[in-house]
């Protein structure tokens, strides 16, 4: 089993900055593409960043220069710094990862998983 544990959101006041972080942990035997989505209330999930396990990155335009996601495979670990946040940042941020993993009972096999999600709030 694989987990995903993401940390960092709370309320912050427009132009502010905030780090999130999303650590995986279980029986993992690679991560590939790991990245962050975030749903705003009453819209679709959306896609933020991604992060290949050799670095290579892609945005959401819109997030361009604002946002920088980043890793640590030695942590099975992603990063993403939020800067010049505003009010239409608002919403769940989840962070995914499309990993390898063991078990007993199913030997290798290829695994999804999404995080609990954690609220970024920009407001004044």
């Known amino acids: 089993q694989v987990r995903l544990v993401e940390s960092g959101g709370g309320l912050v006041q427009p132009g502010g900055s905030l780090r999130l972080s999303c650590a995986a942990s279980?029986?993992?035997?690679?991560?590939?593409?790991m990245g962050w989505y975030r749903q705003a209330p009453g819209k679709e999930r959306e896609t933020v960043a991604s992060?290949?396990?050799?670095?290579?990155?892609n945005y959401a335009d819109s997030l361009m220069g604002r946002f920088t996601i980043s890793r640590d495979n030695a942590k099975n670990t992603i990063y993403l710094q939020m800067n010049y946040l505003k009010p239409e940042d608002t919403a769940v941020y989840y962070c995914?990862?499309?990993?390898?993993?063991?078990?007993?009972?199913?030997?290798?096999?290829?695994?999804?998983?999404w995080g609990q999600g954690t609220l970024v709030t920009v407001s004044s």
């Open positions: 992060i290949t396990n050799g670095g290579i990155t």
């Open positions: 995914n990862a499309d990993t390898w993993t063991f078990t007993k009972n199913e030997g290798v096999r290829s695994l999804q998983v």
């Open positions: 279980g029986s993992i035997i690679r991560i590939n593409d």
